[in-house]
């Protein structure tokens, strides 16, 4: 299984970046997939997820109305769209799929999932 996120970068804040992140190795959409992310000196923390047949969507408080998952089944690809970005969005992305959270709707329990990417970093300049 390999999922692998891309789209990172340095960005200015108030600009835009989408993440994608491509599975591979897995039936896909039996899975619900959810984007995490990790500043530096801190813990892991869930950002967005959405249900295996993209029905739900789940955010955390501090991207809602800023931040969309969404994804292409056909593609085996979950994406982040990332708008209004300020400095403290600075962190490494991952992106992770869940054999359950569609069904427990645990989408921000990093335990959850059973399968993670590498990461990829963004840089919100102020």
């Known amino acids: 299984v390999q999922l692998q996120a891309s789209g990172g970068g340095l960005v200015q804040a108030g600009n835009s970046l989408r993440l994608s992140c491509a599975a591979s190795?897995?039936?896909?959409?039996?899975?619900?997939t959810g984007w995490f992310r990790q500043a530096p000196g801190k813990d892991r923390e869930f950002v967005a997820g959405i249900s295996s047949n993209a029905g739900i969507t789940y955010y955390a408080d501090t991207v809602k109305g800023r931040f969309t998952i969404s994804r292409v089944i056909a593609k085996n690809t979950v994406y982040l769209q990332m708008n209004s970005l300020v400095p403290e969005d600075t962190a490494v992305y991952y992106c992770?799929?869940?054999?359950?959270?569609?069904?427990?709707?645990?989408?921000?329990?990093?335990?959850?999932?059973?399968?993670w990417g590498q990461g990829t970093l963004v840089t919100v300049s102020s």
């Open positions: 992770a799929a869940s054999r359950t959270a569609t069904y427990s709707g645990k989408y921000d329990f990093p335990n959850a999932y059973n399968f």
């Open positions: 190795g897995l039936n896909f959409p039996n899975y619900a």
